[in-house]
C-alpha cells in the first residue's frame, strides 16, 4: 500500500486547506484511515482519524470543530479539510492507514501500518 499525501501549503490564521490522501498498491483494506501531524521539536501527534467501513470519525481535542476527516471510497482517498486555522497547526501532516481494528489505539503513530511522505502545513499570523 502506497499512501500520497497533498494539499499542504502557506495560509494566513484564520484562512483553510483541504489536505487528501490517496491510496495505492494491492486491494485496499484498511480499518482505519488517520492524520498525525509534526512540528519542529516536538513529538508527531494525533489529529485524526476515520473508520473505512461505516466512516465513524475521531479528532484531537485542539482540532474538533475546525477540521473535518471525510472518505471517498471509489477513489481509495482520505481528506482533511482544515478551517480557522491557527500558528499552532504549523506542522508537516501526514495521513497513515492502519490494518487493525483497534479504535481504542487510533491516537497512537504505532497502530498504524503505512504512512505518507507528509505535506507541509504553514500558517502565519
Known amino acids: 500500500v502506497q499512501l500520497q499525501a497533498s494539499g499542504g501549503g502557506l495560509v494566513q490564521a484564520g484562512g483553510s486547506l483541504r489536505l487528501s490522501c490517496a491510496a495505492s498498491?494491492?486491494?485496499?483494506?484498511?480499518?482505519?484511515m488517520g492524520w498525525f501531524r509534526q512540528a519542529p521539536g516536538k513529538e508527531r501527534e494525533f489529529v485524526a482519524a476515520?473508520?473505512?467501513?461505516?466512516?465513524?470519525?475521531y479528532y484531537a481535542d485542539s482540532v474538533k470543530g475546525r477540521f473535518t476527516i471525510s472518505r471517498n471510497s471509489a477513489k481509495n482517498t482520505v481528506y482533511l479539510q482544515m478551517n480557522s486555522l491557527e500558528p499552532e497547526d504549523t506542522a508537516v501532516y501526514y495521513c497513515?492507514?492502519?490494518?487493525?481494528?483497534?479504535?481504542?489505539?487510533?491516537?497512537?503513530?504505532?497502530?498504524?501500518?503505512?504512512w505518507g511522505q507528509g505535506t507541509q502545513v504553514t500558517v502565519s499570523s
Open positions: 498498491g494491492r486491494t485496499f483494506n484498511s480499518f482505519y
Open positions: 476515520i473508520k473505512w467501513s461505516g466512516g465513524s470519525t
Open positions: 497513515a492507514a492502519a490494518l487493525r481494528g483497534i479504535v481504542s489505539m487510533i491516537r497512537f503513530p504505532t497502530t498504524y501500518d503505512y
